[in-house]
């Protein structure tokens, strides 16, 4: 059998973090993947376990406290979970490049902006100061910064907030990584410049370069994506093109998630109600579907039993048992 080799391919993910209050389930039973060019969304209300996922792959969740229990990460066909840390830092910003909500994880208050950018770029290509210097400079216009000859000698803090996080997008870019990783990476911009930091991931992102985008804004994974994924309660509970998740959604939680967002193109603006209730807490999730005490659908087998994926396309899935008339063998979970 000919198979194609995704760029990135996790199965069965379960990381779990050790706390003084318990086991912590973060990330339970994950698999999905992202192919080349492709711009995934992942979404899910607050603690679903988006950034655990996403930074899992660049191995950038501490252990300890957290654990990877179960699962494969593969990149280009490797491992990244049984990696040296050696070759695992090769791959970071080389070839997986991050994009962080705050800018200070990523960009040193003790180095010069320059500096840091030709640090960047050094680090994995074989140019001479001069070189790396001039490429930075280029790119810190590239990205829209006013002045970038006189800003490569500037510190972070003397850079706004929206500028920092050109900067560091800058920075993530610059290496032309093969996958992108960007976490909420406009949360704590306005408005305006949250469109403009999104034109510019566009416009600079490499054509086959892929990126998985965390974001928690229906409208932005709208604009970016071309698929998405719906994390709830540490799962994946849906998972399809971004026509059939905006046009289709399966799963209540989805919908909910789509009902709670001004409607989409109408311009509206008007904010509906989001979904009522609250996320259950990872160290203790209920037995049966985790959303079943916020389904406007619930019965009684939800209580007790985990719905199983079903497939509603090749590319389409999600795991309710109103998506099953009949229980049929397979997978558990997505
Ligand atoms: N360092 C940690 N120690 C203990 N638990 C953690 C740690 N980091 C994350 N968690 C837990 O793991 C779960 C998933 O967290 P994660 O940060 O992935 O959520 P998220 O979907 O990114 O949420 P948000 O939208 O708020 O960023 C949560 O229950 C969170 O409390
Ligand atoms: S399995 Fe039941 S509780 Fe869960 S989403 Fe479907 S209908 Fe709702
Ligand atoms: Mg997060």
């Given at each position: 059998m000919i198979m194609t080799e995704k760029l990135l391919d996790i199965k069965n993910l379960t990381v779990t973090f050790k706390t003084d209050d318990g086991r912590v389930l973060a990330v339970d039973d994950?698999?999905?993947?992202?192919?080349?060019?492709?711009?995934?969304?992942?979404?899910?209300?607050?603690?679903?376990?988006?950034?655990v996922t996403a930074m899992s792959i660049p191995r950038l969740v501490p252990s300890p406290p957290s654990q990877v229990e179960h699962g494969e990460i593969r990149f280009k066909g490797r491992d990244?979970?049984?990696?040296?840390?050696?070759?695992?830092?090769?791959?970071?910003?080389k070839e997986i490049g991050v994009i962080f909500q705050d800018p200070g994880t990523a960009l040193s208050p003790l180095h010069r902006v320059g500096n840091q950018l030709v640090e960047a770029l050094r680090m994995h290509r074989n140019l001479s100061f001069k070189e790396a210097w001039a490429t930075a400079e280029s790119w810190l216009a590239n990205v829209k910064i006013p002045d970038a000859k006189e800003r490569m000698f500037v510190y972070p803090h003397q850079l706004s907030g929206?500028?920092?996080?050109?900067?560091?997008?800058?920075?993530?870019?610059?290496?032309?990584?093969?996958l992108m990783i960007a976490d909420e990476p406009t949360t704590a911009l306005d408005v305006t410049?949250?469109?403009?930091?999104?034109?510019?991931?566009?416009?600079?992102?490499?054509?086959d370069s892929a990126m998985l985008l965390i974001t928690h804004d229906m409208g932005v994974?709208?604009?970016?994506?071309?698929?998405?994924?719906?994390?709830?309660?540490?799962?994946?509970?849906?998972?399809?093109?971004?026509?059939?998740?905006?046009?289709?959604?399966?799963?209540?939680?989805?919908e909910g998630l789509l009902?709670?967002?001004?409607?989409?193109?109408a311009g509206t603006g008007k904010r509906l109600p989001s979904i009522r209730g609250q996320v259950p807490s990872a160290l203790d999730y209920p037995k049966g579907c985790r959303f079943n005490d916020?389904?406007?659908?619930?019965?009684?087998?939800?209580?007790?039993e985990s719905p199983e994926s079903v497939h509603l396309s090749k590319t389409h899935r999600a795991s309710c048992f109103l998506l099953v008339p009949e229980q049929k063998e397979g997978t558990h979970g997505l």
């Open positions: 994950l698999s999905f993947s992202v192919d080349y060019g492709e711009t995934v969304g992942l979404v899910g209300e607050s603690g679903a376990g988006k950034s990244l979970l049984k990696m040296n840390i050696r070759d695992m830092r090769k791959i970071r910003g929206g500028m920092q996080q050109r900067v560091m997008i800058a920075m993530a870019l610059i290496q032309e990584p093969d410049i949250q469109a403009q930091v999104f034109n510019l991931i566009r416009d600079m992102k490499k054509n994974v709208w604009e970016m994506c071309d698929r998405v994924l719906v994390m709830y309660a540490s799962q994946l509970v849906e998972e399809g093109l971004k026509d059939e998740i905006f046009s289709h959604p399966a799963h209540p939680y989805t009902k709670s967002i001004p409607s989409l193109g916020r389904c406007p659908h619930a019965f009684d087998r939800c209580e007790k």
